[in-house]
């Protein structure tokens, strides 16, 4: 897997160009910013979400994806292993309301988070595909920590449709310099997550 991201690496710099109408925003334009978190193995994309109840702290709406049957039903090993790279087993959204994102709270380091502030076309249009991989309203799991599951609109593959996948494709419909089809690994994806940055930079 990590032969596969390192030869992918010499393409990923000048496959995926910005969605000039939605990315970078307009100087003088509203924006938001959304923060990417990356551990050794999982990817989430967090949007600042309103203050809770009491209004005590700013929380972030977190999205992710996962494997059915290795997050929600431990069920890992060989055979875990197996399934994720020959089948196409059931997936999961993973939606959660935390004061920290992922990057700060995952127990499996290393961590690293990439900021970036899109339009409101480019939030809409986050938010709109983030809905949309979600099959049924109704949860199957709910984590410790009060995350939700619900079924997702399409079935993972180690391959072909991962974390890191799901997380490229929902920041492409904002606008960002990225290639879901690229992002095969932590390190192929965030080697396009820190081009963006650079982009972002230059473009200020």
């Known amino acids: 897997m990590r032969w596969i ?21 307009a100087p003088g334009a509203s924006t938001h910013e959304i923060i990417v978190s990356l551990d050794d193995w999982h990817a ?4 600042p979400h309103e203050k809770n109840q009491t209004g005590e702290k700013a929380r972030y709406e977190e999205w992710g994806y996962a494997e059915l049957e290795w997050y929600v039903k431990d069920r890992r090993g060989i055979f875990g292993v197996l399934r994720v790279l020959f089948w196409l087993p059931d997936g999961v959204v993973e939606v959660g309301l935390h004061d920290r994102v992922w990057a700060e709270r995952s127990p499996k380091p290393p961590t690293d988070s990439f900021r970036f502030r899109i339009s409101n076309e480019g939030l809409h249009n986050l938010r709109r595909h983030l809905q949309n991989t979600i099959a049924s309203r109704k949860a199957i799991h709910v984590h410790d920590d009060g995350s939700r ?6 079935s993972y593959n180690l391959l ?20 879901p089809r690229l992002a095969v690994s932590r390190t192929a994806f965030a080697a396009q997550l820190r081009r963006a940055v650079l982009m972002a930079e230059e473009g200020e």
């Open 149 to 154: 599951f619900y079924p997702a609109s399409d």
């Open 160 to 179: 072909f449709h991962q974390c890191h996948q799901y997380a490229a494709a929902a920041l492409r419909e904002a606008g960002l310099p990225v290639s």
């Open 44 to 47: 989430m994309v967090a949007i």
């Open 5 to 25: 991201a390192s030869a992918l690496l010499f393409l990923t710099l000048g496959c995926a160009g910005p969605i000039h109408e939605l990315w970078p925003p």
